[in-house]
C-alpha cells in the first residue's frame, strides 16, 4: 500500500516521555557519552518532559554521576584542544552553549598549556597556507589571520604566528 504525500508531510507525532522514561533513556546515552547538563535538560525539552520533572531528573543523574558538569568539560576540552585544534576561545563558547557554568569553564581553560595552544595554531597555520588564494601578501595575512581568529585563538597570538609563518615562507 502507498503512502500518500499528505502523509510524508506531516511531521510524526511523539508521545511525550515521562519522567521515569526520560531518567531511563538518558542513563543509557550518559553511559555511551559524556553529557553535559545543558545536553540532557535540551534532550529532555524535546521528548516533551515538564520543566519541575527535568529538574528532577537532572538532579538525580548529577547525585548518580550520570552527569558531570566538570568532568564534560575537561573531556571536551581536552578533545578540542588536541585533536580539533580549537582556541580558547571556541571552547569556552561552545562550553557556554552546551549549559556548562562560568566558574567550571575558567577552571577548566586555566589548565590548558599555552605553549601546546601556541604549536597548535602554527601547525594549523602552516597547514592552511598552501591551500589559500591571495594576490598579495597583505591578502594572504589577512585570510589567515581570519582563519586563526575563526578557530578561537586570540588575537596577539594569532597576529604573532601569522607574521612568523609569512615571514618563514619569505625566506
Given at each position: 500500500?502507498?503512502?500518500?504525500?499528505?502523509?510524508?508531510?506531516?511531521?510524526?507525532?511523539?508521545?511525550?516521555?515521562?519522567?521515569?522514561?526520560?531518567?531511563?533513556?538518558?542513563?543509557?546515552?550518559?553511559?555511551?557519552?559524556?553529557?553535559s547538563?545543558?545536553?540532557?535538560?535540551?534532550?529532555?525539552?524535546?521528548?516533551g518532559?515538564?520543566?519541575?520533572?527535568?529538574?528532577?531528573?537532572?538532579?538525580?543523574?548529577?547525585?548518580?554521576?550520570?552527569?558531570?558538569?566538570?568532568?564534560y568539560?575537561?573531556?571536551?576540552?581536552r578533545?578540542?584542544?588536541?585533536?580539533?585544534?580549537?582556541?580558547?576561545?571556541?571552547?569556552?563558547?561552545q562550553?557556554?552553549?552546551k549549559?556548562?557554568?562560568?566558574?567550571?569553564?575558567?577552571?577548566?581553560?586555566?589548565?590548558?598549556?599555552?605553549?601546546?595552544?601556541?604549536?597548535?595554531?602554527?601547525?594549523?597555520?602552516?597547514?592552511?597556507?598552501p591551500?589559500?588564494?591571495?594576490?598579495?601578501?597583505?591578502?594572504?595575512?589577512?585570510?589567515?589571520?581570519?582563519?586563526?581568529?575563526?578557530?578561537g585563538?586570540?588575537?596577539?597570538?594569532?597576529?604573532?604566528?601569522?607574521?612568523?609563518?609569512?615571514?618563514d615562507?619569505?625566506?
Amino acid at each position: 500500500m502507498r503512502k500518500s504525500v499528505e502523509q510524508f508531510d506531516k511531521p510524526k507525532e511523539r508521545k511525550p516521555k515521562s519522567a521515569d522514561e526520560a531518567l531511563q533513556s538518558l542513563m543509557r546515552l550518559c553511559s555511551r557519552a559524556e553529557k553535559s547538563s545543558g545536553d540532557a535538560l535540551r534532550l529532555m525539552r524535546t521528548w516533551g518532559v515538564s520543566e519541575t520533572e527535568r529538574m528532577g531528573v537532572l538532579r538525580k543523574l548529577m547525585e548518580m554521576r550520570f552527569i558531570d558538569d566538570e568532568r564534560y568539560a575537561e573531556a571536551y576540552c581536552r578533545e578540542k584542544v588536541s585533536v580539533s585544534g580549537w582556541g580558547v576561545r571556541k571552547i569556552v563558547q561552545q562550553l557556554r552553549l552546551k549549559g556548562v557554568s562560568n566558574d567550571i569553564i575558567a577552571r577548566v581553560t586555566a589548565t590548558i598549556d599555552s605553549e601546546s595552544v601556541s604549536q597548535n595554531i602554527e601547525s594549523k597555520l602552516r597547514r592552511k597556507l598552501p591551500s589559500v588564494k591571495a594576490k598579495s601578501e597583505y591578502e594572504l595575512r589577512g585570510k589567515l589571520l581570519r582563519y586563526g581568529l575563526g578557530l578561537g585563538y586570540d588575537y596577539d597570538v594569532v597576529t604573532q604566528t601569522v607574521e612568523k609563518v609569512c615571514a618563514d615562507t619569505e625566506e
